[in-house]
């Protein structure tokens, strides 16, 4: 936390939202259910001045399980979260992402100004994308999945002017590996 009140007053950090997806759909108060990742992507888009510049799918979940053992849930568990929701959060993002790429390149921003900022989606996803490990195959495949996502997407909006990229970090040892590889 230390870190992060650091480069908040430097102004490096300038706002964020944290939300738990695996509830269910968010009532609006009209008594209107929407789904989470769609409900969270509204709720950025309105708490940020009803623009919205920048995506980055952080969520992720790991359980282990060796092929021949890991059942279907274990592949649902992983897929789900790791897959889907950086799918479903992309797709309900697109829509805001290309408003602002179109108001950058009304405004005539771009031709001179080198401090541009191009909508950009930024997925983490993991080294297990590009390798396999054993005792994940699951968790390795949903990681695989959303590079290839993140892949399919840059050349479909890249017309558009909005970057898509992955961060694939190697393991950092944190309490979700701990837990995960504990058992």
Known sequence: MKAHSALESD???QDYVVFDLSGPPMADGKGVETPPCEYLVRESYSKHGRQLTAVVNCAGVIQTGNMGEVTVENYDYNMITNTRVPFEIMTHA???LKT???GAKSNG???DDEHV???SIVNISSVCGKQSFPGCTAYCMS???VDMMARCASVDLAKHGIR???VNPGMVVTELHQVS???
Do not use: D, L, Q, R
Request: proline share 8%; hydrophobic share 50%; no cysteine.
């Open 94 to 96: 697109v829509p805001f």
């Open 100 to 102: 602002a790429a179109a």
């Open 143 to 145: 990681k695989a999945a």
């Open 164 to 166: 898509v990229n992955n």
């Open 117 to 119: 900022i191009a909508p």
């Open 181 to 183: 590889f504990s058992s």
């Open 109 to 111: 921003e771009g031709k």
């Open 11 to 13: 102004g490096h950090i």
